[in-house]
């Protein structure tokens, strides 16, 4: 079975620094990688999907994918109070999504 | 407004007795998908349509059916709920293919069965 893993948490980090979090997949044929932040109580939003080795950044936020270690991750720069969520690893492959179950992050002010 | 809708929102049951819960998108997405989501497991695949035509078992559909009879609805099935489907549910659709596989989630559907 595909297998998704992250650190559960809690990662917590001062308000202003870089949170970094990080996520391992076992299906090497897997095609498309995602990040989905989730609220208490809310539904998954997609803050990023990357789908080639390297980095790929949007506004405060990196992925970077390396499918050699298969290995994936998120940055996020200049955390804010209001980036305190659970965040969602997602690998597709083999016309299924498998989700990891999730980091907490917590910004501190 | 894109969006995909489920429902109902809140559901409370008891076991053994059929149930549905709809779901709807507007976005034209071929990929649709029913996960459930429990503490500290994360999300799970039920069930997924490529499209119309293609309906397959996700990691989890034991005691759930799923029906895709048109593009837009994906209604999930539970045919006798038990307890342990006492969950968070999700569905979400994805354009597919080439379009890719981002999920757009609906706003979930808390079910309790005693």
């Known amino acids: 079975q595909k297998e998704v893993e992250q650190n559960s948490g809690p990662l917590s980090v001062p308000e202003g620094a870089i949170a970094s979090l990080n996520c391992t997949y076992s299906?090497?044929?897997?095609?498309?990688f995602f990040w989905y932040r989730q609220y208490s109580g809310k539904s998954p939003e997609l803050i990023m999907s990357?789908?080639?080795?390297g980095d790929k950044e949007d506004g405060r936020f990196t992925a970077q994918l390396n499918k050699a270690s298969q290995y994936v991750s998120l940055l996020i720069r200049d955390s804010q109070p209001s980036d305190s969520a659970t965040y969602l690893c997602?690998?597709?492959?083999?016309?299924?999504?498998?989700f990891g179950a999730g980091t907490i992050l917590r910004v501190k002010s | 407004e894109a969006q995909v809708t489920q429902n109902p929102r809140y559901l409370i049951t008891v076991t053994g007795k059929k149930l549905t819960v709809t779901c709807s998108q507007n976005?034209?997405?071929?990929?649709m998908s029913w996960y459930r989501q429990d503490p500290g497991l994360g999300l799970r695949q039920i069930y997924y349509?490529?499209?119309?035509?293609?309906?397959d078992k996700g990691d989890v559909p034991e005691g759930y059916k799923v029906s895709r009879k048109e593009k837009r609805n994906f209604p999930l099935i539970l045919e006798s709920p038990s307890p342990n489907q006492t969950s968070l549910y999700f569905c979400?659709?994805?354009?597919?293919?080439?379009?890719?596989?981002?999920?757009?989630f609906g706003p979930g559907t808390r079910l309790t069965v005693t």
């Open positions: 976005m034209n997405h071929e990929y």
């Open positions: 299906d090497r044929g897997s095609q498309s």
């Open positions: 990357i789908y080639s080795n």
């Open positions: 979400a659709s994805s354009p597919g293919g080439a379009g890719g596989y981002e999920q757009y």
């Open positions: 997602a690998v597709y492959g083999g016309n299924k999504l498998v």
């Open positions: 349509s490529m499209n119309v035509e293609v309906t």
